[in-house]
């Protein structure tokens, strides 16, 4: 449920470095892009894992990964019909580059779903052929031998025979808000991060496929302006905590004899987060779940009988996270799978019969991200927290014994993509305070290039006499340890009393007060303290990378812990002698907005001023599948919904409170600043509130957000 957050490729103009600067404008960040950061896009590794290729202009262009200099051209946008393939938005090579899927025209349509034209490229004969004559498609993707492509039409699922330029139809029942066949609900793509929910065998010859029948799922409608007369209504189905989700199934399609099974997956599961192959064309491995999501069970289906064995099974006392960190390895008698059984995120080798072989990482940390594993060399590369929960660096670790290397060793954030053969990889490294510089390094470690170190934006950063952002750490009455970190006012003299805004977010699993450059909110930030505001964040208790327990102990009461704790790190700022503690706001987007109406309504002796956009107010109104996980439905968990959900305590508001939402939220539906509106009318209660017409979660497009920001600022000005 994270706010959606664009990223602005501009590069800084040359004509601001070497000027006084006068200060940081709403106008400079939100309209003109003064100080987006230089960002590096993901590299397109090549199988050879030394070179790259990228997009220049419709051309894409091959590069050495070590010099960075221009190799050849792999697709000539002159070349090719350029009226017919329009502009490439993106591109994916078949598995041995001989072919080249191409998308153009996208329209997208929730955060991870989209329809577009989709081309093939044959490098050899410098063919292009259109996919689809259908109309726009979805998710067309190669079969491994790339003699064919399978898409979704209008909720059926397809395939073009590429020789024979024959388009296949597979189902024939899909229809809107009612079947879909080959690619995901609104609830899965949200919520379990796919929206293609189709795979071909390793062997070219089945495609695996998901099945969502939605008839029982409830519908929700947005109302879109669009200088009509009437408005425009967009309905889809939303399954809401405690209603009917989709009922799912598996079946695989078998080319050769065109025939269709369906897996026996019997009726023990309420979704299907994951699937994938093995390394047997004729076994698919299952993902299945209770609704609860604490008992995840991975089941091997025989591709020609559909039936089903476990492979292995997991529970937990609380629930489980879904991720993709699953691998089966070219032997065909293991698989790497990632666990916090520990009671920290860790990687395991197990054999095909689910029986544990090896823990391949261990201790009082997390594996943040698994990048893969190198047979070959029978290492596997991952980030971690090793040295910090606030810090990330990038380390191997042997699959055969307890060896292991630090990759990386710049103090703050760093993130890597190896390349195909991991014999190199680009690290992202930033801390709080620089923007990101992007280097390539081979797998010893050692440094080749560097790609990027936004040297022009560091100018402007001492141009404009930035302020050190400042990490402290605090204990609550409770003992408990929490982080954060502030930024104070520019000449800040301690022996003045300033007002603090405070910033956080305080989702499950989520981090604010890390070692990493926020191009998003830094600069705005900077902003209110050149009005002498100190900005401030804390990380409350439900956060990550502090273990499970840290993480999983808001269970079944989200919001308790963490107001408690915002709560306490205001009074613990608000001891500051340099502090007024009768002027602290707290801003929070998403469930960062959830928190800060919970903060200003139970701390209303503690905050002024709350900002709150796109909050849920009531966890009754959101989605299934991220409520449930942390809430279970009001039947089984009444107290914690009643005694956590903002909309009933809107008696309690005694400060200034903002509320802020998109009419066309499809996330976090504006029925939550609705139903807020009301209770707080209700109570006589006034409040400040702005509503954007035809926007989604992210409330971005045009002037919008300079928009929103002005109110924003505005709002503190006057009210704090």
């Not at 008696?651 to 139903?675: S, T």
Request: glycine content about 6%.
């Amino acid at each position: 449920m994270k706010a959606k957050i664009l990223l602005f490729l501009f590069l800084v103009p040359m004509g601001l470095i070497g000027q006084k600067k006068a200060g940081i404008t709403l106008e400079n960040i939100w309209k003109d892009y003064v100080f987006m950061p230089n960002y590096v896009p993901g590299f397109n590794f090549l199988n050879d894992g030394k070179h790259y290729s990228k997009l220049d202009g419709n051309s894409i262009v091959k590069y050495d990964i070590t010099t960075g200099k221009e190799v050849g051209v792999i697709l000539d946008g002159e070349e090719v019909d350029a009226k017919s393939l329009a502009r490439i938005n993106s591109y994916a090579f078949n598995s041995d580059e001989s072919k080249i899927l191409i998308k153009t025209q996208n329209t997208q349509i929730y955060r991870r779903s989209s329809k577009a034209v989709f081309f093939a490229y044959d490098t050899k004969s410098k063919k292009l052929e259109k996919i689809s004559e259908l109309g726009k498609i979805q998710y067309a993707t190669f079969s491994p031998d790339a003699t064919k492509v399978a898409y979704v039409f209008e909720n059926n699922l397809y395939y073009k025979d590429l020789s024979s330029g024959e388009e296949n139809q597979l189902t024939i029942d899909g229809s809107f808000n009612n079947l879909i066949f080959g690619a995901t609900d609104w609830v899965y793509e949200e919520e379990f991060s796919f929206a293609k929910a189709f795979w071909w065998s390793p062997d070219s010859k089945k495609i695996a496929y998901m099945a969502f029948d939605e008839s029982d799922v409830k519908e929700f409608t947005m109302t879109l302006y669009k200088d009509d007369a009437y408005p425009e209504y967009e309905t889809f189905k939303y399954p809401k905590v405690g209603e009917d989700n989709s009922k799912v199934s598996v079946f695989i399609y078998n080319l050769e004899n065109e025939e269709t099974l369906l897996v026996d997956l019997g009726s023990d599961y309420e979704y299907i987060p994951r699937l994938k192959w093995t390394q047997n064309p004729n076994q698919l491995c299952v993902f299945k779940m209770n609704r609860w999501q604490n008992d995840l069970e991975l089941v091997l289906a025989d591709a020609k009988s559909g039936n089903t064995s476990t492979l292995f099974r997991e529970k937990n006392k609380y629930y489980i996270d879904i991720h993709d960190d699953l691998t089966f390895l070219k032997d065909g008698k293991h698989f790497v799978w990632t666990s916090e059984k520990s009671g920290y995120n860790h990687v395991y080798l197990y054999d095909m019969k689910g029986k544990e072989v090896r823990q391949l990482t261990q201790g009082d940390w997390e594996v943040t991200k698994f990048y893969g594993i190198d047979e070959v060399n029978q290492k596997i590369y991952f980030q971690s927290t090793e040295e910090s929960p606030l810090e990330r660096y990038v380390y191997w670790a042997s699959t055969k014994n307890k060896k292991k290397k630090k990759l990386t060793s710049e103090k703050g954030w760093n993130s890597a993509q190896f390349s195909s053969t991991f014999d190199y990889y680009v690290n992202n490294h930033s801390t709080i305070n620089s923007p990101a510089t992007y280097t390539v390094y081979n797998n010893s470690g050692k440094s080749i290039r560097t790609i990027e170190d936004n040297k022009k934006l560091k100018g402007i950063m001492k141009e404009y006499d930035v302020q050190p952002v400042e990490f402290f750490e605090f204990k609550t009455s409770e003992g408990v340890s929490l982080n954060g970190w502030m930024v104070k006012p520019k000449n800040f003299d301690e022996n003045k009393e300033y007002p603090v805004f405070m910033t956080e977010y305080g989702g499950p699993g989520s981090q604010s007060v890390t070692n990493e450059w926020n191009a998003f909110n830094y600069w705005w930030f900077q902003h209110l303290t050149e009005q002498g505001y100190i900005v401030a964040c804390v990380d409350n208790r439900g956060t990550g990378g502090r273990g499970e327990e840290f993480k999983k102990m808001t269970y079944l009461q989200l919001g308790k812990y963490e107001t408690i704790d915002q709560i306490e790190g205001a009074k613990w700022l608000g001891k500051k002698k340099y502090v007024d503690a009768s002027r602290i706001g707290i801003f929070g987007w998403s469930y960062g907005g959830y928190l800060s109406s919970l903060c200003i309504l139970k701390g209303n002796d503690v905050f002024k001023a709350a900002i709150a956009v796109a909050p849920v107010t009531s966890w009754k109104w959101y989605d299934t599948i991220y409520t449930e996980r942390y809430m279970r439905d009001t039947k089984e968990n009444p107290e914690g919904y009643k005694e956590n959900s903002p909309v009933y305590f809107a008696d309690r508001l005694k400060g200034n409170y903002l509320l802020v939402h998109g009419v066309a939220d499809d996330n976090v539906h504006f029925q939550n600043a609705a139903e807020m509106a009301h209770a707080l009318i209700m109570n006589n209660k006034q409040f400040d509130t702005y509503y954007y017409p035809n926007k989604n979660h992210g409330i971005y497009g045009g002037l919008t957000r300079l928009h929103l920001y002005t109110k924003m600022t505005n709002f503190l000005l006057e009210k704090l």
